[in-house]
């Protein structure tokens, strides 16, 4: 398997509507991915295996020091396979690279592994509200 990552790469936003639904199993919605990155995103990473996008991870920021990933999905048959770490390494490359500072995460539980043992991340104190 040769899988190639792109920083801002293009993508079809119906192949990342199903990608979502895939990774995430839940049925294909009708986002606007490419009006909501360009928008809102510092970047964000594509990975691709012969042409068909098969990863994916958002890069938002604050126009300065932070930095968010956000929507880190990998194709079922791709999952625990390294791709997620890739593609969150390639994202704090980026967003070094932009001369972030900080790059920040929050997950479900059952995701801690994944970001704390495979991507590097250290666990910090945290606040949520529920809107």
């Known amino acids: 398997m ?6 801002r790469g293009a993508f079809d ?10 990774g995430f199993a839940h049925p294909a919605a009708q986002t606007d991915w490419q009006t909501r990155l360009e928008r809102h995103s510092l970047g964000w990473v594509c990975a691709w295996e012969e042409g068909t996008l098969m990863g994916f991870v958002n890069v938002i920021w604050d ?3 932070h930095a968010f ?10 999952q625990a ?7 969150v390494a390639a994202a704090a490359r980026e967003a070094r690279a932009a001369k972030c500072e900080w790059l920040h995460v929050d ?3 059952h995701l801690r592994p994944f ?3 495979a991507c590097g991340f250290k ?3 945290a606040g949520l509200i529920a809107l």
């Open 69 to 78: 990933i956000l929507d880190t999905v990998v194709a079922r048959h791709h």
């Open 115 to 117: 970001y704390l043992d």
């Open 13 to 22: 936003n119906a192949a990342l509507n199903a990608l979502h639904a895939d």
């Open 2 to 7: 040769t899988i190639t990552y792109q920083w």
């Open 81 to 87: 396979q390294g791709v997620g770490a890739a593609l």
């Open 107 to 109: 997950f479900d539980e």
């Open 123 to 125: 666990e910090t104190a």
């Open 63 to 65: 126009g300065g020091a």
